[in-house]
Antibody
Framework: EVQLVESGGGLVQPGGSLRLSCAASGFTFSSFWMSWVRQAPGEGLEWVANMKPDGSEKYYVDSVKGRFTISRDNAKNSLYLQMNTLRAEDTAVYYC????????????WGQGTLVTVSS | DVVMTQSPLSLPVTLGQPASISCRSSQSLVYSDGNTYLNWFQQRPGQSPRRLIYKVSNRDSGVPDRFSGSGSGTDFTLKISRVEAEDVGVYYCMQGTHWPWTFGQGTKVEIK
């Protein structure tokens, strides 16, 4: 069974940093593009970042470019999102996904982790 | 960025009656490989989203056959043939053709 378990969320002040983690199991993590998707409270969904299996390609939505960094450790079956210079508008539940969900591959969502940016 | 526009944004439906959600994209969603990466996601209250439909019209495993997807190019539709109580929630169309991948605003389905 595919499992994606996000962690690392919490309350952080504007301008601060936070690192999210996602523990993956039930599939060959090292073979798949991975993604982060977020959802602001009461709002819609935003696809934030994608990363190639070997880490050689990364893509970001403009709203986080230069502030967020997606990374992975294939030996640990883990995906990360380093978030710097956080803003109030980054407040959201963050989900990690297999990128193939957007292109007909398998779809699996964890419970997400809540990031709150507030003073 | 490709803008995904859904209508209506709110859809009150009587149990057992059909429902239809429209999704229009600002550009064609046909990818260079010939596929159209248009998906539909359902988010029930208090739950994480889950995909119902991928590549326009393919139902995910476990999705009831009362859900169907159709369309092409820039114009797509999700239909529920007979709404059941468990269908309450927000439905999002989403394109995986052009980066950044984008979602529609969501359509809230509720029971009258």
């Amino acid at each position: 069974e595919v499992q994606l378990v996000e962690s690392g969320g919490g309350l952080v002040q504007p301008g601060g940093s936070l690192r999210l983690s996602c523990a993956a199991s039930g599939f060959t993590f090292s073979s798949f593009w991975m993604s982060w998707v977020r959802q602001a409270p009461g709002e819609g969904l935003e696809w934030v970042a994608n990363m190639k299996p070997d880490g050689s390609e990364k893509y970001y939505v403009d709203s986080v470019k230069g502030r967020f960094t997606i990374s992975r450790d294939n030996a640990k079956n883990s995906l990360y999102l380093q978030m710097n210079t956080l803003r109030a508008e980054d407040t959201a539940v963050y989900y990690c996904l297999v990128a193939a969900s957007a292109r007909g591959g398998f779809d699996s969502w964890g419970q997400g982790t809540l990031v709150t940016v507030s003073s | 960025d490709v803008v995904m526009t859904q209508s209506p944004l709110s859809l009150p439906v009587t149990l057992g009656q059909p429902a239809s959600i429209s999704c229009r994209s600002s550009q064609s969603l046909v990818y260079s490989d010939g596929n159209t990466y248009l998906n539909w996601f359902q988010q029930r209250p208090g739950q994480s989203p889950r995909r119902l439909i991928y590549k326009v019209s393919n139902r995910d495993s476990g999705v009831p056959d009362r859900f169907s997807g159709s369309g092409s190019g820039t114009d797509f539709t999700l239909k529920i043939s007979r709404v059941e109580a468990e269908d309450v929630g927000v439905y999002y169309c989403m394109q995986g053709t052009h980066w950044p991948w984008t979602f529609g605003q969501g359509t809230k389905v509720e029971i009258k």
